[in-house]
């Protein structure tokens, strides 16, 4: 298990500084965090996408030039990508939904940062946990969602991708 989530960290870091370095990318990526917090009874996570794929997707979905992450960024382009994100990125708990919200996001070179909250998450209550990422899947056919989840002293890592878009974590 703990082989298989060094295998996609370090992979998913050479894909971002590779990327980084490189200035422009031609392969579709999202790295997700998902942390169970004790002391907040939540799950914490991370997501991180691609400021181009993002405007991209603003414009095709939502017919706007938003200028993501500028001084010029378009009035509706978070209402959007909240609405997008709660479409396509779910949290299922013993098979019920999970509300969570987007708390806020922050720029990091060619790409944004965002990070989300679901609250009142009680760790006893959980025996399943399945995650659903089609982050822009509907955009890019060969678009990439990796998934590190951490929770009860368990880790596992997920590959989603268009035709496998959810990853399932039974917890012991």
């Given at each position: 298990?703990?082989?298989?989530?060094?295998?996609?960290?370090?992979?998913?870091?050479?894909?971002?500084?590779?990327?980084?370095?490189?200035?422009?990318?031609?392969?579709?990526?999202?790295?997700?965090?998902?942390?169970?917090?004790?002391?907040?009874?939540?799950?914490?996570?991370?997501?991180?996408?691609?400021?181009d794929?993002?405007?991209?997707?603003?414009?095709?979905?939502?017919?706007?030039?938003?200028?993501?992450?500028?001084?010029?960024?378009?009035?509706?382009?978070?209402?959007?990508?909240?609405?997008?994100?709660?479409?396509?990125?779910?949290?299922?708990?013993n098979?019920?939904?999970?509300?969570?919200?987007?708390?806020?996001?922050?720029?990091?070179?060619?790409?944004?940062?965002?990070?989300?909250?679901?609250?009142?998450?009680?760790?006893?209550?959980?025996?399943?946990?399945?995650?659903?990422?089609?982050?822009?899947?509907?955009?890019?056919?060969?678009?990439?969602?990796?998934?590190?989840?951490?929770?009860?002293?368990?880790?596992?890592?997920?590959?989603?991708?268009?035709?496998k878009?959810?990853?399932?974590?039974?917890?012991?």
């Amino acid at each position: 298990m703990r082989l298989i989530y060094l295998r996609f960290s370090a992979i998913g870091c050479f894909f971002l500084c590779l990327v980084s370095w490189s200035g422009t990318h031609k392969f579709y990526l999202s790295v997700t965090q998902v942390n169970y917090s004790e002391k907040e009874h939540s799950l914490q996570m991370t997501s991180r996408l691609f400021i181009d794929d993002l405007n991209d997707l603003l414009s095709k979905r939502y017919s706007i030039e938003s200028h993501f992450e500028t001084k010029d960024q378009h009035p509706m382009a978070l209402k959007f990508l909240n609405e997008y994100f709660q479409k396509k990125f779910q949290i299922r708990i013993n098979g019920a939904g999970v509300d969570y919200r987007i708390l806020g996001q922050k720029r990091d070179t060619d790409m944004v940062i965002f990070f989300m909250e679901a609250k009142g998450v009680y760790l006893t209550d959980i025996q399943e946990l399945e995650v659903y990422n089609a982050l822009l899947t509907d955009l890019y056919d060969d678009q990439q969602n990796v998934v590190h989840l951490k929770i009860k002293g368990q880790k596992k890592s997920f590959l989603l991708m268009k035709d496998k878009p959810s990853g399932l974590l039974k917890l012991n």
